[in-house]
């Protein structure tokens, strides 16, 4: 149990085309999912949090209009980045939560962008 | 804010060895600990975790305690094998977790 997805786990694009990335928690409902990047050998950065059918909150310094987050179900949220550019290929992972209550978060595999 | 200070790597050992990995922690009131790894090129996955004081987490072979009295959450495998070779994250939070640098460690047959 407890699984989450990511789509697509790796994607090559030119600079400034939009890339828009699916995570699925695929056997619980999820009220809030959390969006991270990293960066080689380094740890997460928690870029933003969203809570279905609300806005995501964005930490600091993370961009809202070059990251649009959409979090329409309980089980599906997207990240799109926008006009993307060579200073956005990162590693991308989401994590999802169960709900209130339930303190731990189960990650998907991550999905690698590179931008061209 | 909350915090997680975590050994710095990378750590190296011989298959069947005795790894720890050392992880102390900052945080107001009591929140969950949590160790998770990550495998090459792959997400992170829950390794063990903790919701409160004296709790101990322990799954493969892993352990580890949650430790008020001296805000730690050590993590330690008593004979790892070459499949251990990973990155492992220690984090706190009820809410947002809070990582930390994350340890590289490398098994060697």
């Known amino acids: 149990g407890a699984v989450v997805s990511q789509h697509p786990s790796w994607v090559i694009c030119k600079s400034g085309t939009s890339v828009k990335i699916e995570c699925r928690s695929l056997d619980f409902q999820a009220t809030t999912m959390f969006w991270y990047r990293q960066f080689p050998k380094q740890s997460l950065m928690l870029m933003a949090t969203?809570?279905?059918?609300?806005?995501?909150?964005?930490e600091q310094g993370v961009e809202k209009d070059k990251f649009l987050i959409n979090h329409a179900s309980l089980t599906l949220s997207t990240l799109t980045v926008t006009s993307a550019h060579p200073e956005d290929s990162s590693f991308y992972i989401c994590s999802a939560r169960a709900g209130r209550g339930q303190e731990t978060q189960y990650f998907g595999p991550g999905t690698r962008l590179l931008v061209l | 804010g909350d915090s997680v200070t975590q050994m710095e790597g990378p750590v190296t050992l011989s298959e069947e060895a005795f790894l720890t990995i050392n992880c102390t922690y900052t945080a107001t009131g009591y929140p969950s600990l949590f160790w998770y790894v990550q495998y090459p090129g792959e997400g992170l996955q829950l390794l063990l975790k903790?919701?409160?004081?004296?709790d101990k987490g322990s799954n493969k072979g892993f352990e580890a305690t949650y430790r008020k009295e001296t805000t730690s959450f050590h993590l330690e495998k008593g004979s790892v094998q070459v499949s251990d070779s990973a990155v492992y994250f220690c984090?706190?939070?009820?809410?947002?977790?809070?990582f930390g640098a994350g340890t590289t460690v490398t098994v060697r047959a």
């Open positions: 984090a706190l939070g009820d809410y947002k977790l809070s």
């Open positions: 969203s809570n279905e059918g609300s806005k995501a909150t964005y």
């Open positions: 903790a919701t409160k004081a004296d």
